[in-house]
């Protein structure tokens, strides 16, 4: 059992990203015949292959693109390429913890960038 004392780095990445770091350890620990994958890295790299949408390089630039918009941050960015919502109720819930809400042409703006890309 591993514990964590403190985080020393913190980094957002799309599901796209977090797919092929999974594929690395999945193949490094294939060439180990005798070491099974742990219970959480497999749902972990079945989640990422459920869920994958984007090619790395295509979620990135929407990443870019929606924080050229002025409602959204990184942190806000990196949870709509996840979701890759389709309307203005699976945007709203992206938005739903913060302290401000959204104009449907401010919904409307996001939702026709993410349309690029989905």
């Known amino acids: ?41 497999a749902r972990a790299i079945e989640h990422a292959n459920r869920f994958t949408v984007l090619e790395p390089e295509e979620a990135q630039q929407l990443v870019a693109d929606l924080q050229d918009l ?9 949870k709509i390429v996840n979701l890759l919502p389709r309307n203005r109720d699976e945007l709203r819930s992206v938005y739903a913890q913060q302290r401000y809400t959204l104009s449907g042409d401010e919904l409307d703006d996001i939702l026709n960038v993410v349309a690029k890309y989905a």
Do not use: G, H
């Open 1 to 41: 059992m591993t514990i964590f004392k403190e985080i020393v780095d913190e980094e957002f990445l799309t599901v796209s990203e977090t797919k092929e770091l999974l594929a690395d350890i999945e193949a490094e620990r294939a060439l180990d015949e005798e070491r099974e994958l742990p219970y959480e890295l």
């Open 70 to 78: 002025e409602k959204v941050d990184e942190a806000t960015a990196y």
